[in-house]
């Protein structure tokens, strides 16, 4: 416990990634509510609070740090996954349908190996967020790179 309380006085950034995981919303409102609070801080692997919510698909969690000013949907971690790459690959079809309502979302961002969200959800069976995926309309065109070349 003492270790707990450590972290969270030292680097409540990290320790609201870890709280983002097992879903206390309590805890995790509790930290946004400080001072200064940088809900956009990545761990050593890249990831945010928002990326750890979204690939354990914590619903609530993510509606709550959707609503906050400020937070960056894209971000990518250490290997190009963004939190709708996670919840994708996860199948996490809750999560992947608030994330495509939040304006600016990009769901053509590419993983270091050249991989999409769609790409991701269809390659692990996730056949629900795949028809989520595939259903998304322009400007949010599913399927094409940057230079608008289809993926598949």
């Not at 609070?37 to 740090?65: H, P």
């Not at 709708?84 to 590419?110: A, F, P």
């Not at 069976?125 to 094409?144: A, C, I, S």
Request: hydrophobic share 35%.
């Amino acid at each position: 416990m003492e270790a707990k309380k450590k972290c969270e006085r030292k680097k409540p950034e990290l320790f609201l990634i870890n709280v983002c995981q097992h879903n206390n919303l309590d805890e995790v409102r509790a930290l946004l509510g400080r001072n200064g609070i940088d809900v956009n801080v990545q761990n050593k692997y890249g990831e945010t609070a928002l990326m750890t919510a979204s690939y354990t698909g914590r619903v609530d969690v993510v509606r709550l740090l959707l609503k906050v000013k400020g937070i960056n949907i894209n971000t990518k971690n250490r290997f190009g996954w963004t939190a709708l790459t996670w919840s994708s690959r996860n199948g996490h079809d809750d999560v992947v349908k608030m994330l495509l309502e939040v304006e600016g979302i990009d769901i053509n961002v590419q993983d270091d190996d050249g991989h999409t969200a769609l790409y991701s959800a269809s390659g692990h069976g996730r056949v629900k967020v795949t028809k989520l995926l595939l259903g998304v309309e322009w400007p949010r065109t599913v399927g094409l790179s940057k230079n608008g070349k289809r993926l598949y």
